[in-house]
Each structure stands twice: as structure tokens, then as C-alpha cells.
């Protein structure tokens, strides 16, 4: 099954080539496709994560504001 691929760690989808990137929230290294690059996303996992260690901050409050992740809204009750 595994044909050397890696999963994208922002859209979870198997790609040939993913960029080894920070996080612009957190710093964290990620493993990024181009789609999800080009389109400034990151992990909704971190997205949720960073707010619930470090707190809301103008940059979460735009990612989630601008939807800049995968998958569905991020609820309110997901960052408190
Ligand atoms: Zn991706």
C-alpha cells in the first residue's frame, strides 16, 4: 500500500512532494503539500492546539476567521 508517499500534515492527503515548513503560529516544523502552501494554510489540528497552550491571538483569531485550514469550522467551544 505505502508507495513512499507522505501525508500532507495540514490536508492529510498522500503527495510526492511536500516542503518541510514552519509554522507561522506556532514555529513548529511541518510537512506541507504546495496546495496547502500556496493557499497559506496549517494544520487545523495546530490551529486549535496553539489557541488552547498559548491563547488566542490576532493571527489564530485571522486563520479562523479567513477559514485557513482543512476541514470543517472550528468551533468556538474547540478554543476555549
Ligand atoms: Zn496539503
Excluded at 498522500?14 to 494544520?43: A, H, Y
Excluded at 485557513?68 to 474547540?78: L, M, S
Amino acid at each position: 500500500m505505502n508507495d513512499g508517499r507522505l501525508l500532507c500534515q495540514s490536508c492529510n492527503n498522500p503527495k510526492r512532494n511536500l516542503e518541510r515548513v514552519e509554522s507561522k503560529i506556532t514555529g513548529w516544523p511541518l510537512n506541507m503539500c504546495q496546495d496547502c502552501i500556496k493557499q497559506k494554510f496549517e494544520p487545523r489540528w495546530l490551529i486549535i492546539l496553539a489557541i488552547r497552550q498559548f491563547g488566542r491571538t490576532p493571527l489564530t483569531d485571522e486563520f479562523i476567521r479567513k477559514h485557513r485550514y482543512v476541514g470543517e469550522p472550528i468551533p468556538a467551544v474547540d478554543v476555549l
